[in-house]
């Protein structure tokens, strides 16, 4: 994920704009008419990442693509040579392309997600993830599914079997299916049903992915996902 980077020769913060579909762009402080934008300057000698500072601005950017205003905390020593970036908001993450005809609410939940991440809650975003991908699932019939318990057929509401279940119906590959589980399914439970730990944006990223994928492997060819889905007796 890219973080937010201030060039102090040039005074621009290089950062992902989420008004910009989360693409890196670059925030300068020139206003209209190129007059310079707002600082708030306050003086006083700090630490900040075990190094002294003299003063911490709070200097206002904007996104030389579409104009969005930006706040970057920043400590230095008098001069924009010292300078370094603690934080710039807004915050963003690149958005996953997602199929015209996904449902409304699919399309809420995994946005959500993404704004989980950028806000550096990778747990929620990971959790969303993991919901997004049961909701699809319970859309294109796979809500309640028969699965093989040693030879005894048995029925289940669990996202494992629905995952195998789309997985036997060829409506996701096998590749699929085990990126699925590992990095969605599993990673979801840990965070709904396991003790506390942290989530690396690493995970939500491979989370995000492959959500991304299945979504579209689901939607992106929608008449003919809809007939095999109908053939296998999933959708009415
Ligand atoms: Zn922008």
């Known amino acids: 994920m890219p973080k937010p980077f201030y060039k ?3 005074n621009v913060v290089l950062a992902p704009c989420p008004d910009c579909g989360g693409a890196t762009t670059s925030f300068d402080d020139k206003g209209y008419s190129s007059t310079r934008l707002g600082t708030v300057i306050i003086n ?5 990442a075990g190094a002294g500072y003299s003063r911490i601005l709070w ?5 030389n693509v579409c104009s969005r205003g930006g706040v970057a905390k920043i400590h230095d020593n008098g001069n924009s040579q010292t300078a370094v970036l603690e934080s710039f908001l807004p915050t963003a993450i690149e958005k996953a392309p997602l199929p015209a005809g996904l449902p409304d609410d699919i399309v809420k939940e995994f946005r959500e997600a993404e704004l989980d991440a950028s806000n550096g809650a990778y747990r929620s975003g990971s959790a969303l993830l993991r919901s997004a991908l049961e909701k699809t699932l319970k859309k294109n019939g796979y ?3 028969e699965y093989d318990d040693k030879g005894v057929k048995k029925k289940s509401r669990s996202l494992l079997h629905r995952i195998d279940a789309a997985s036997d119906d060829g409506v996701i590959t096998e590749t699929r299916k085990k990126r699925a589980h590992e990095n969605i399914r599993v990673l979801g439970n840990d965070i709904l049903h ?3 730990r942290e989530v690396s944006p690493d995970e939500f990223d491979a989370a995000h992915k492959y959500t991304q994928r299945i979504l579209e492997d689901l939607y ?3 008449p003919t996902v809809e007939s095999r889905l109908k053939a296998k007796g999933r959708l009415p």
């Open 194 to 196: 396991d003790d506390w």
């Open 59 to 63: 200097q206002f950017f904007r996104c």
């Open 8 to 10: 102090w020769d040039e």
């Open 220 to 222: 992106d060819d929608r």
């Open 143 to 145: 809500d309640e599914v």
């Open 44 to 48: 006083g000698h700090h630490q900040y």
